[in-house]
């Protein structure tokens, strides 16, 4: 069946490429299978809607217990999965419990952005689409039963749900509730997600069931391992529809959102309208190659770029704060998933640049967590700050936004909290300390790849104080500040190097967070001439990349390159700072070529909500978004023919990339000869031409300085 399924996919996108039909080139198996946590991009071949509230999919940790309505796309640890619905063959006659004896699904018929079709191990085949704050499905039952079952889960998820209820409201509806669960280790419990649901047709029977029982003659069910259950004749119709809506307020806003939702009248009208909507997101680039399975590619991980963050508000603006309080937007939708410790290097700049409003929305947003919860939060699920990962993470992401189109926010707030959480020691947002170790860092003394983020996040700020604030005091204050990286640079090892508190140096491998500090080394993107004036020049700084790159595919603590992990994503552009700046170039396409792949296998690290999708897409137009807070690029050569790219201000073409010449020979802006490995953003926000000559030899002339 892989092989059938394969076969009709290439044959799918041939079709769409001459149809422009970018939905039906997304192929969402890419990222679904792997080896180990560090090669595996834990994404799901699942429903999603850009930016939408609902991801109907079988769980990545979990697809033996169903169909669940929100997921994480990427994120590399269990999570979500709430509300799994199952169709049967047949009656059941044993509780489905935990649902971990459900067999998961047989085949994949067709999947697609916005679209699923499955089969199951019994011969049900089970169809998934969604709009923007409601999953669709259409449930097909084998010929040779009388009976149709459909089970959801209520006090089921991806990982486990202690306190939940489901009650069944008439033959074809129920409703409930159920909390968090776990997110990567920690117990979040302290929210709540809701649901609504409903069917076309009524149900012959109905029932429920309780850990090991099921239950005939009750009204609801509760707690873990429980759920619904829904029996329908099917002799005559083997067709049973389905839709469900959620909310984290209510389940009277989640009915609400259901209701809001019911925008067409049969599921294959749902399916057509989620893969236009799909069209028009995707359609913002479009690229022309050869290479179809490279074009498959791009379209996949930009696909995965514009899932998240996602909509948590209601159709009537409810939304639940960040001080577990309702409350009520007053312009767009309110959202949530942010995973920022990643996306700040790649996926909010390019939102920003093709999705100012959007991106408007979502940082403001951020500015209102901040403001019920005390400052701006790290990694935010649902209304919870979460502490994953560290650094002062949303200061950059934020700046990036706006440094990149999304300016309409509240600047002030924002950079009211941004100075708060950078001067204030101790400050939290809801339960966590928004800068650990912030008074070690003012003395160069803080862990080291936590002083490298800290860093990072100061040059942003200051770059915000600049561009949205007019402050020029302040914007001085914190790059200066930023400059702090050099006090960890140890001249006796000629590498940068964790202190003690003390000042005395620990050992070289000390306090590197998902990485060494082979890849730690390069994260001084504000000051990189200064970085490599420190440790030798030019010269030296090529031959210590040379030795980096020796292989791509490194775990967290492996000494080469790790293609697949974001301190190490500005890493292949630094050549460009060098002597050499065709390596650059060389070496993406080196990563394009060994570590990428049209397969379940091919993404090379977690996609962590749509960053690592969003450096394939920046990677493949030739750009990476390099400073903190400054809005320009460092270029290398494309690997498409020819891209078009729709911004807000104007058409971006870029023309005379490929996928085999490789190396950059010349480069034309607006007809003129542009020798810099660097553009701003304002040279190509109101629509440029970029004309590449490039070759399949080396050229180690063109970019030098």
Known sequence: MKVVFFFSFLITVVISLNAQNYAKLVNPEIGTQGEGYMHCGFTYVGASYPFGMVQFTPSFFAPQRGFAINQISGGGCAQKGNFPVVPIS????????????????????????GYLSVTMQDGSVGEFTVNERSGIARFLFPDHENTGTVIIGSGVNSTFVENSMVKITSAKTCEGFAEGGEFCGININNYRVYFAAEFDVQASETGFWMQDKILNNADRAFGRNAGAIFYFDTQTNKEVNYRIAISYVSIENAKQNLKASKTHTNFDEYKAYA??????????????SENTDRVVQFYTHFYHALIHPNIVSDVNGEYMGADYQVHKTERGDHYSTYSVWDSYRTQAQLVAMLFPEKSSDMMQTLVEFA????????????????????????????????AFGANDFD????????????????????????RPFLKEYEKGVAPASILLEYASADYAIGQFAKQAIGNETDAQFF??????????????????????????????????????????MWMVPFNLNALIDTIGGKDFAEKRLDTLFVRLDASYHDDWYAAGNEPGFQIPWIYNWTNAPYKSSQTVHRIFSEIFSNEPSGLPGNDDAGAMGSWYVFASIGFYPMIPGVAGFTLS??????????????????????????????????????????????????????????????NKKWGVK
């Open 479 to 520: 790059m200066n500040r930023a400059q702090i990286w050099n006090s960890i640079y140890n001249p006796e090892i000629n590498w940068l190097n964790s202190r003690n508190f003390d000042g005395s140096w620990k050992d070289i491998t000390h306090d590197w967070r998902e990485a060494t500090y082979k890849d730690y």
């Open 371 to 402: 403001d019920q919860s005390g400052g701006f939060g790290r990694w935010i699920l649902a209304n919870l700050e979460t502490g994953i990962m560290q650094g002062d993470p949303t200061a950059i992401l934020l700046s990036n936004s706006y």
């Open 275 to 288: 893969e236009q909507v799909w069209n028009e997101y995707l359609g913002k680039i479009k690229v022309e």
């Open 411 to 434: 600047v002030e707030s924002a950079y009211r909290h941004m100075r708060r959480g950078a001067t204030i020691p101790h400050l939290h947002s809801q339960q966590v300390e928004i």
């Open 637 to 698: 050569a494309p690997q498409f023919e020819n891209i078009t790219m729709e911004l807000p201000g104007g058409t971006v073409n870029i023309r005379g990339g490929s996928s085999d010449k490789i190396y950059p020979v010349d480069l034309k802006l607006n007809g003129k000869k542009h020798a810099s490995t660097w553009i701003d953003f304002d040279d190509i926000r109101s629509g440029a031409t970029l004309e590449y000559k490039t070759s399949a030899k080396i």
């Open 90 to 113: 047949g009656k059941i006659s044993v509780s489905p419990n935990s649902m971990d004896s459900l067999p998961p699904y047989k085949t994949i018929n067709e999947a697609y952005a």
